[in-house]
């Protein structure tokens, strides 16, 4: 609805990466700008903050400490753990925050997440519109698991894959010191797509590549990796596997399931994946180390892409233009145009993209399943270029000191 | 002994630092430029590539790619992990070493590396004294684990420190975005000596510290570990916990030993700390998120310090400006000035090093056992400074490209 006048929420959502922030620095310092906007909150712990009403009063921040987000990682504004149920079944938080959107007088709402929050955002948006509140209701992406329809590529993915290609890198030459055969197992987040893993091909830029990688996209069985890890380390001596956490056997079973814990949408808890590969790699007689890169490859903003730092800036600050502009029920997507790399920014429906998940084109991954193309690094390698400027005290990181000042009305 | 003349032997060993390159290479070209030093050559795979003569001539090598050796991690020339028995026991290696510096007409000796290569280094040294061979032999330090004796801090270290205190830093901000509790174990390397799990007291600075840090210096109780995590979750929700692969139990058993596997010098090989202690913190209820740094920590020269790499280079350079004056028998250690932060390069009898382990200072540690004074911060806060100028290509670091010519007489 275009010219709406009233205030603007912000929130995020889902696990941290390292450009998240920058997004919603973005967003925030652009809706400062924006005379329909009358004032800038941020609902502490995603859609949770909106329905306790715990809002952080934007205009009280410094600006220079609002640019220091660019190289904060993690959700400043923090997250939450919450699924919005089906409205048609039961739409108790739906009224409650359409009774709140009435009394802060709310006409602009982002979300900034993944999947679950642009289903999230959909919910709401189509709630609103049911109800005939006029709201305009924007998704602000963000992925380190690329996983997101319609855009492509996600922001936050740039520079998880720059921090899993450079300890690639590292870790190749920490482990051909000795002339005796050595097996590393590095496991990367992903649980149904495998393109986080596959950023791992581009360490083959530096000499220093992964020989083995397995994308869940490819069933995975233990007997082919154990014969292929023999042919490498028969011909190379060391091998080096880099491995999704998501990888499923032919029968669709997580290799590294654990069946005890699911979280609240209903997903597995992953993580023995690359114990499971270590047993493997040791009962056919090598010395193995297997590395769990954990929550270090999506929090590691001392080594972001800056293409990655600035596009996520810019589609916060796209959104808050769209919105304003009329736009709702949209997520914001990079549309990358032919030639030289360069993104254009297009809302895109909501509907389309939420609970949809994008997967490795199957053409982009090797024969023999266990490698990328050149078109996926093509694809990639623009994603992970430069080293943003980051604010450096005492020889370490120095985040955003944001004041957090409750917002009353 | 003075004015020696004829060719120089490097060599490399133990485990990889993010720096032990810049070492060599400063080594390398200061003895390049050395009237007295004939040719440079380098061991492939430390001791053992003097024991089958496979050395690289470095006289071949481009001077720049010697240069991007301070930005390339790990042990260029290799490593080996070789014991050198007592001469006294069994002399064989040491008079094969003997006949093949002859052959060579080796007069200067440069081994780098740990505590076990500066026993190597010491062994070598008083065997050629005893036959009468002339040959300055000096041992340059290297080591993460900051243990070695007679030196204020030793090469590697402080990388080493400042990827440690800038991941609990990013971990620290990943952890804290939701409402619920969590506990994270970070698990750092250190068999005897806590300096580098110590070093994650740094990241306080930033306002994102760990709350409990384990050092092997104090006997551990898991029982009071529990109790201590209860009380950082209580007061903070969530708690932060760094702990060193090396703690010991009140009895002196490690905490995480696997006494199935132990290495040629009879280290235990550890690793299983944070296992045991994540599964402590979910019996008292919490979740917990087990993170080893593995060899990541080692092995980072994405985020070295610029005083370790520059300190590293120079200490090389010293041990071939020392060995030319005639110094023998020698490890170059770093002395500490009073005042603003400086050092010089003194060289101190290998036997006083060898073998011998420095620790945290118990002083240094607080009374609870759960973290480090002003002292510590005071002592390791000078070595992470400074971000050092990398080689970039692609987005991912270029590494040093050496032409690896084999010497031949």
């Not at 400490?65 to 923090?78: D, R």
């Not at 048609?88 to 009774?99: A, R």
């Not at 109800?131 to 492509?152: H, R």
Request: hydrophobic share 40%; charged share 25%; glycine share 8%.
């Amino acid at each position: 609805m275009k010219n709406l006048k009233g205030r603007a929420v912000f929130a995020q959502s889902g696990g941290p990466t390292a450009v998240i922030n920058s997004s919603i620095a973005g967003g925030l310092i652009e809706a400062l700008n924006q005379d329909l906007i009358t004032d800038v909150l941020c609902a502490l712990h995603g859609i949770k903050g909106v329905l306790t009403e715990d809002f952080v009063d934007i205009g009280k921040e410094d600006l220079s400490e609002l640019y220091a987000l660019k190289n904060t990682p993690a959700s400043e504004f923090g997250s939450v753990r919450y699924k919005l149920k089906d409205f048609n079944v039961d739409d108790t938080d739906y009224k409650k925050i359409l009774e709140i959107f009435k009394k802060y007088d709310v006409k602009y709402f982002f979300y900034n997440g993944g999947n679950d929050s642009m289903d999230t955002c959909d919910k709401i948006s189509r709630f609103m519109e049911k109800e005939g509140y006029p709201v305009n209701v924007i998704g602000i992406p963000k992925t380190i698991d690329n996983d997101l329809v319609g855009t492509d590529h996600c922001p936050g993915y740039g520079s998880a894959a720059k921090y899993v290609a450079t300890t690639i890198t590292e870790v190749y030459k920490d482990a051909v010191i000795y002339e005796s055969p050595l097996v590393i197992v590095l496991e990367i987040m992903g649980r149904n797509a495998g393109w986080l893993t596959a950023s791992s091909a581009l360490a083959s830029l530096t000499g220093c590549g992964a020989d083995l990688i397995y994308l869940p996209e490819i069933p995975f069985s233990l007997e082919k990796f154990k014969n292929d890890v023999k042919k490498v380390v028969d011909e190379k001596r060391v091998c080096i596997v880099a491995v999704s956490e998501g990888i499923k056997n032919a029968e669709g079973k997580y290799v590294g399931e654990d069946a005890s814990a699911t979280d609240v949408f209903g997903h597995s808890s992953l993580g023995g994946v690359c114990g499971v590969l270590k047993s493997a790699v040791k009962s056919i007689g090598y010395k193995c180390k297997a590395i769990e890169l954990n929550i270090l490859q999506r929090c590691a903003s001392h080594v972001a892409s800056k293409t990655d730092v600035e596009e996520a800036f810019e589609v916060g600050r796209q959104s808050v233009i769209h919105a304003v502009n009329g736009e709702t029920d949209k997520m914001i997507a990079y549309v990358r145009r032919d030639g030289e790399y360069a993104l254009d920014f297009v809302g895109k429906d909501l509907s389309t993209i939420a609970n949809a998940e994008k997967t490795v084109p199957l053409e982009w991954i090797n024969k023999d399943g266990t490698g990328l193309t050149q078109e996926f690094i093509d694809y990639a390698l623009p994603l992970i270029q430069g080293e943003p400027e980051r604010r450096i005290e005492n020889g370490l990181p120095s985040y955003a000191k944001l004041k957090m000042i409750k917002f009353k009305l």
